[in-house]
C-alpha cells in the first residue's frame, strides 16, 4: 500500500503518481521569448557642464572653417577656423586647433586658442592649454604648465564694462 494513497483501500497497486516537476517557472507559465533589449539614445560620455543644454561636437578628425552661433554648449575637438559664439560654454579638447574669437558664458581651454576670448563669465585654462589672444572674462583660472600670449582682463564685474575708468593711480605713472 502506498503511503500517498490513504483514500484508495484497494488491494489492486494504485499507479504510481507522476513525480512532482521540478522545472523553473518559466516552463510552467510560457510566455513570449524575451526580446533583446533596445539600445539607449547615444549618451554623451562626460556629462555636459549645463544639463539643460545640448552639445554639438566638432570631432577630432575634423577641420571645418566657418562661424558657429548658438544657445546651445560646443565642444571642440578638431580643427576650426572661424569665430565661436555661442551663448553656453565652449570647450576645446586637448590637441585640438581653433584660429578665430570666441565669446560664450564658460570658456575650457585644453588645446590650442588663437584668437581672443570676449565676453565670458568664466574662462579655465587647463594644464595643456595655449591661448595666444586676449581674454576679457570675469573670472579666469589658469593652470600650471599651460601657456598665454595677450592681454588679459578679469576680476572688473560685468564683462561688456571691464576697462577701469583711470589708470593715472597706477604707482610710477
Do not use: C, Y
Not at 546651445?72 to 581653433?98: C, E, H, M, T, Y
Not at 574662462?123 to 601657456?147: C, F, H, N, P, Y
Amino acid at each position: 500500500m502506498a503511503l500517498w494513497n490513504d483514500k484508495d483501500k484497494d488491494s489492486t497497486p494504485a499507479a504510481a503518481p507522476a513525480p512532482a516537476r521540478t522545472h523553473p517557472v518559466s516552463e510552467l507559465h510560457p510566455r513570449a521569448p524575451e526580446k533583446a533589449p533596445e539600445p539607449l539614445a547615444a549618451e554623451p560620455k562626460r556629462p555636459p557642464a549645463r544639463p539643460e543644454a545640448k552639445e554639438s561636437l566638432i570631432a577630432a578628425e575634423l577641420t571645418i572653417e566657418g562661424r558657429i552661433e548658438g544657445t546651445g554648449n560646443v565642444r571642440l575637438a578638431g580643427r576650426f577656423k572661424g569665430d565661436v559664439a555661442v551663448q553656453g560654454d565652449v570647450s576645446i579638447d586637448p590637441g585640438a586647433r581653433v584660429e578665430g574669437g570666441v565669446q560664450a558664458r564658460t570658456v575650457v581651454v585644453g588645446g590650442e586658442l588663437t584668437g581672443n576670448i570676449d565676453k565670458a563669465k568664466h574662462v579655465d585654462v587647463l594644464q595643456t592649454g595655449v591661448v595666444v589672444g586676449d581674454v576679457k572674462a570675469e573670472t579666469i583660472t589658469v593652470a600650471a604648465g599651460s601657456r598665454m600670449r595677450g592681454h588679459v582682463e578679469f576680476g572688473w564685474g560685468e564683462v561688456d564694462s571691464m576697462r577701469p575708468a583711470s589708470r593715472s593711480s597706477t604707482p610710477g605713472a
